[in-house]
C-alpha cells in the first residue's frame, strides 16, 4: 500500500510540473484530463461504493455546462463565486428529484433509469431552441475570480486555468476518501455487498443511496462547469448517455472502487485515445482509434480485471514476497 | 405478555397457490427461549422473514412494545429493537469482525450520516462493537478480516453484529447449523446467556440444543402450528412424535 501512496504523490508531482514545459497544448490536454478524473471520481462514489451503475451521470455534467454557459452574460465574465454554487444547487435539485425517483430501483433497472433519464434530458436541450437546440451554445468568456477586486487567477490564461482545476482535482479527491472512510461511506460499502442484511441491521436503503446520488451527481456538475468554462462551449452531447458509458470506461481501465483508480482511468483513456489517434503514427487508420482502444479495454478487463491500478498491488506483493 | 414482548397472531403467507405459513399465532417475551420445530418446509424461515419484516405477510398482526408493526420495513422493525440473523451465515467478508459489528452499531446513530469524520474517531462506537463481540466471545478475533474466522465464528460474528444494534428480540434462524459438537456447546451456552435479557426465537433443527434451550415450543408442519406448549408437553404429544419427533421418541418411549 505505502508503494502506491509514494506513486501517487509522484504522479500529482509530474502533473504539477506540466505547465513548466510551456506546451500549451499538454497544459489544455490535461486540464481536460482532470476534469474527466473528477467526474470519474464522482461516478466511482456511486459505482464503486453504492454498486449503482448510472448511464445517466453525464446529464449533471451537461446540465452544469448549460449552467454556467446560460447564467453567463454574453460578453462579459460571470462571478465564479455566484455561478457555481447557484450550478451546483440547480445539478443538486435535478439529483434529489430524479434520485427520489431511481434510487429505489437496483441492478439493471437502474441503469435503465439513468438511461432514460439521460435520454430524457439530451432530447430536451436538442430538440428546443432553449440552449441553442442541437447546436449548442457558447460561453464566450470565462468566469471570474475576484475577491474584492483582487484576481489571484485570471483563468483566460491556461496555466492559471490548469492550477485552479488541479486544486480543485486534489480537493475532491480528498472529499472522497474522507467519505469513504466516514460512517456514511461505510453504510455504503454495506448496502452495495448485503442490503437484505443492512436493512435487518436497521439501516433504510433509500436515504442513503439517494445522499450518494446527489453528492456524485453535485461532483459531476462541478466537472461540467469546468469543462463548460474550459472548451467555452456547450452542446446536448455532453449529456448523452455516451459519454456516462466513456467516463465509465475510464473507472473500469483505472480500477473501480479505489478512487485513484478513476484519475488513473482519466489519465490512461484519454492519453490512450490520444495516442491512437494520432495521423503521425498510424497514418489513415487513426481516425478509426476506436477499434484500437476497444480492443485495449477488453484486453485491460481480462488481464487487469480490477485496472490498472491493481498492478500496483501485485507490485506491492512481490515486494512483499521478496522480503 | 411482557412490557418487551412480541405478539403475533393469525400470520399467513401465501405465495401463489402455496401457502407456507397457515394461521400462525405466537407469543416471545424477554428471558425465554421459544423454539420453534417442524421438518423441511414447514414454514418457520417464512415465519421468521414475516416476524422480521423481510416478507409481508398475507395476513394476521404483529404486536411489538405496543405498537401494531404489521406494515413496518424490516430496518424500521430493527430499529425498534427487533434483530434477527439468517440461515445463510450474513457477514461482510472483507470487513475485520470490528468493523462488522461497528458497522451494526452505527445503524442506531444518527452520526451515521456524517461523510466528514473518519468511522474511527467515535469511541462510542467501538466501544459498542466491543461489547457485542465481548457478549459472543469474540473480542480476541476483534482486527481479523471477517471471511477468515471459522465457520463458528463467522455464526458467532453474526449474532454479534445483531446485538451491536441492541435488540430486544432476537431471530435466530438456525444458529447451530453446519457446527461441529465443541462449537454448538459454545452456541447453546451463550443462547442461554443472551435468552437472560432477550426474546429469542429459535429456529433449529437440533433436538438437544432445543430442548436443553426452550421453555416454549411450536412444532409447524406445512405451514400450520401442529402442537405449542411447554417441552415436556411437547415432547410426550403423540402428533408430534408421529410427525417430526420420529420413530426415535417413540422407540425411546
Same mark, same amino acid.
Request: glycine share 10%; net charge positive.
Given at each position: 500500500?505505502?508503494?502506491?501512496?509514494?506513486?501517487?504523490?509522484?504522479?500529482?508531482?509530474?502533473?504539477?510540473?506540466?505547465?513548466?514545459?510551456?506546451?500549451?497544448?499538454?497544459?489544455?490536454?490535461?486540464?481536460?484530463?482532470?476534469?474527466?478524473?473528477?467526474?470519474?471520481?464522482?461516478?466511482?462514489? $456511486?459505482?464503486?461504493?453504492?454498486? #449503482?451503475?448510472? +448511464?445517466? &451521470?453525464?446529464?449533471? =455534467? *451537461?446540465?452544469?455546462?448549460? /449552467? %454556467?454557459?446560460?447564467?453567463?452574460?454574453?460578453?462579459?465574465?460571470?462571478?465564479?463565486?455566484?455561478?457555481?454554487?447557484?450550478?451546483?444547487?440547480?445539478?443538486?435539485?435535478?439529483?434529489?428529484?430524479?434520485?427520489?425517483?431511481?434510487?429505489?430501483?437496483?441492478?439493471?433497472?437502474?441503469?435503465?433509469?439513468? $438511461?432514460?433519464?439521460?435520454?430524457? #434530458?439530451?432530447? +430536451?436541450? &436538442?430538440?428546443?431552441? =432553449? *440552449?441553442?437546440?442541437?447546436? /449548442? %451554445?457558447?460561453?464566450?468568456?470565462?468566469?471570474?475570480?475576484?475577491?474584492?477586486?483582487?484576481?489571484?487567477?485570471?483563468?483566460?490564461?491556461?496555466?492559471?486555468?490548469?492550477?485552479?482545476?488541479?486544486?480543485?482535482?486534489?480537493?475532491?479527491?480528498?472529499?472522497?476518501?474522507?467519505?469513504?472512510?466516514?460512517?456514511?461511506?461505510?453504510?455504503?460499502?454495506?448496502?452495495?455487498?448485503?442490503?437484505?442484511?443492512?436493512?435487518?441491521?436497521?439501516?433504510?436503503?433509500?436515504?442513503?443511496?439517494?445522499?450518494?446520488?446527489?453528492?456524485?451527481?453535485?461532483?459531476?456538475?462541478?466537472?461540467?462547469?469546468?469543462?463548460?468554462?474550459?472548451?467555452?462551449?456547450?452542446?446536448?452531447?455532453?449529456?448523452?448517455?455516451?459519454?456516462?458509458?466513456?467516463?465509465?470506461?475510464?473507472?473500469?481501465?483505472?480500477?473501480?472502487?479505489?478512487?485513484?483508480?478513476?484519475?488513473?482511468?482519466?489519465?490512461?483513456?484519454?492519453?490512450?485515445?490520444?495516442?491512437?489517434?494520432?495521423?503521425?503514427?498510424?497514418?489513415?487508420?487513426?481516425?478509426?482509434?476506436?477499434?484500437?482502444?476497444?480492443?485495449?479495454?477488453?484486453?485491460?478487463?481480462?488481464?487487469?480485471?480490477?485496472?490498472?491500478?491493481?498492478?500496483?498491488?501485485?507490485?506491492?506483493?512481490?515486494?512483499?514476497?521478496?522480503? | 405478555?411482557?412490557?418487551?414482548?412480541?405478539?403475533?397472531?393469525?400470520?399467513?403467507?401465501?405465495?401463489?397457490?402455496?401457502?407456507?405459513?397457515?394461521?400462525?399465532?405466537?407469543?416471545?417475551?424477554?428471558?425465554?427461549?421459544?423454539?420453534?420445530?417442524?421438518?423441511?418446509?414447514?414454514?418457520?424461515?417464512?415465519?421468521?422473514?414475516?416476524?422480521?419484516?423481510?416478507?409481508?405477510?398475507?395476513?394476521?398482526?404483529?404486536?411489538?412494545?405496543?405498537?401494531?408493526?404489521?406494515?413496518?420495513?424490516?430496518?424500521?422493525?430493527?430499529?425498534?429493537?427487533?434483530?434477527?440473523?439468517?440461515?445463510?451465515?450474513?457477514?461482510?467478508?472483507?470487513?475485520?469482525?470490528?468493523?462488522?459489528?461497528?458497522?451494526?452499531?452505527?445503524?442506531?446513530?444518527?452520526?451515521?450520516?456524517?461523510?466528514?469524520?473518519?468511522?474511527?474517531?467515535?469511541?462510542?462506537?467501538?466501544?459498542?462493537?466491543?461489547?457485542?463481540?465481548?457478549?459472543?466471545?469474540?473480542?480476541?478475533?476483534?482486527?481479523?478480516?471477517?471471511?477468515?474466522?471459522?465457520?463458528?465464528?463467522?455464526?458467532?460474528?453474526?449474532?454479534?453484529?445483531?446485538?451491536?444494534?441492541?435488540?430486544?428480540?432476537?431471530?435466530?434462524?438456525?444458529?447451530?447449523?453446519?457446527?461441529?459438537?465443541?462449537?454448538?456447546?459454545?452456541?447453546?451456552?451463550?443462547?442461554?446467556?443472551?435468552?437472560?435479557?432477550?426474546?429469542?426465537?429459535?429456529?433449529?433443527?437440533?433436538?438437544?440444543?432445543?430442548?436443553?434451550?426452550?421453555?416454549?415450543?411450536?412444532?409447524?408442519?406445512?405451514?400450520?402450528?401442529?402442537?405449542?406448549?411447554?417441552?415436556?408437553?411437547?415432547?410426550?404429544?403423540?402428533?408430534?412424535?408421529?410427525?417430526?419427533?420420529?420413530?426415535?421418541?417413540?422407540?425411546?418411549?
Amino acid at each position: 500500500m505505502k508503494v502506491g501512496r509514494y506513486i501517487l504523490v509522484l504522479g500529482a508531482l509530474c502533473v504539477a510540473l506540466v505547465p513548466l514545459t510551456g506546451a500549451t497544448f499538454y497544459v489544455q490536454l490535461v486540464s481536460k484530463i482532470m476534469i474527466l478524473a473528477i467526474f470519474a471520481m464522482s461516478l466511482d462514489l $456511486l459505482i464503486g461504493s453504492a454498486g #449503482l451503475v448510472s +448511464l445517466g &451521470h453525464a446529464a449533471f =455534467f *451537461g446540465v452544469a455546462g448549460y /449552467g %454556467i454557459a446560460l447564467l453567463s452574460p454574453k460578453y462579459q465574465a460571470a462571478s465564479f463565486w455566484w455561478t457555481l454554487p447557484v450550478v451546483l444547487i440547480i445539478c443538486a435539485t435535478l439529483a434529489l428529484i430524479v434520485g427520489l425517483l431511481v434510487v429505489r430501483t437496483s441492478g439493471v433497472y437502474f441503469i435503465m433509469v439513468t $438511461l432514460a433519464f439521460g435520454q430524457m #434530458l439530451y432530447y +430536451l436541450f &436538442h430538440d428546443t431552441k =432553449f *440552449g441553442g437546440g442541437s447546436d /449548442g %451554445i457558447y460561453l464566450y468568456v470565462r468566469p471570474e475570480l475576484s475577491i474584492a477586486g483582487w484576481r489571484p487567477l485570471n483563468l483566460e490564461k491556461p496555466t492559471h486555468f490548469f492550477y485552479f482545476v488541479f486544486a480543485i482535482m486534489l480537493g475532491v479527491y480528498f472529499l472522497l476518501s474522507r467519505i469513504r472512510v466516514s460512517p456514511f461511506g461505510h453504510v455504503l460499502v454495506g448496502l452495495k455487498a448485503n442490503e437484505q442484511r443492512m436493512r435487518s441491521l436497521g439501516f433504510p436503503p433509500t436515504p442513503y443511496k439517494l445522499g450518494a446520488f446527489v453528492l456524485a451527481a453535485t461532483l459531476t456538475g462541478l466537472a461540467g462547469y469546468l469543462s463548460a468554462c474550459q472548451f467555452g462551449f456547450v452542446n446536448p452531447e455532453l449529456l448523452s448517455w455516451h459519454y456516462s458509458a466513456t467516463v465509465l470506461m475510464m473507472l473500469i481501465l483505472g480500477g473501480v472502487a479505489r478512487l485513484h483508480g478513476a484519475v488513473v482511468g482519466a489519465f490512461a483513456y484519454v492519453l490512450l485515445q490520444e495516442l491512437l489517434a494520432s495521423q503521425a503514427i498510424w497514418g489513415g487508420i487513426a481516425k478509426h482509434w476506436q477499434l484500437g482502444m476497444g480492443v485495449l479495454i477488453v484486453l485491460s478487463v481480462l488481464l487487469l480485471p480490477n485496472g490498472l491500478t491493481s498492478l500496483v498491488d501485485r507490485l506491492s506483493w512481490l515486494h512483499f514476497k521478496a522480503n | 405478555m411482557s412490557e418487551h414482548g412480541l405478539r403475533a397472531s393469525g400470520l399467513s403467507k401465501v405465495f401463489g397457490g402455496l401457502t407456507a405459513v397457515d394461521n400462525v399465532s405466537l407469543e416471545l417475551n424477554v428471558g425465554a427461549v421459544h423454539a420453534v420445530i417442524g421438518p423441511n418446509g414447514a414454514g418457520k424461515t417464512t415465519l421468521i422473514n414475516l416476524l422480521s419484516g423481510d416478507l409481508p405477510p398475507t395476513a394476521g398482526s404483529i404486536h411489538f412494545n405496543g405498537h401494531d408493526i404489521v406494515g413496518y420495513s424490516s430496518d424500521r422493525r430493527s430499529r425498534l429493537g427487533i434483530g434477527r440473523t439468517y440461515q445463510k451465515i450474513n457477514i461482510f467478508p472483507s470487513f475485520t469482525v470490528l468493523e462488522n459489528c461497528r458497522l451494526a452499531a452505527q445503524s442506531r446513530k444518527s452520526h451515521a450520516v456524517n461523510v466528514f469524520r473518519s468511522v474511527r474517531s467515535y469511541p462510542s462506537l467501538k466501544q459498542e462493537a466491543e461489547q457485542a463481540l465481548a457478549a459472543v466471545g469474540l473480542e480476541h478475533r476483534a482486527r481479523v478480516i471477517a471471511g477468515t474466522l471459522s465457520h463458528g465464528e463467522q455464526r458467532q460474528l453474526d449474532i454479534a453484529m445483531s446485538l451491536a444494534t441492541r435488540p430486544r428480540v432476537l431471530l435466530l434462524d438456525e444458529p447451530l447449523s453446519g457446527m461441529g459438537a465443541e462449537e454448538s456447546t459454545n452456541m447453546v451456552t451463550l443462547l442461554r446467556k443472551l435468552a437472560k435479557d432477550h426474546a429469542v426465537l429459535l429456529v433449529e433443527h437440533d433436538m438437544d440444543a432445543v430442548f436443553a434451550l426452550a421453555e416454549a415450543l411450536t412444532v409447524m408442519v406445512n405451514g400450520r402450528v401442529l402442537a405449542s406448549g411447554k417441552p415436556d408437553e411437547i415432547r410426550g404429544n403423540p402428533d408430534v412424535q408421529r410427525a417430526y419427533l420420529g420413530t426415535a421418541e417413540v422407540r425411546r418411549g
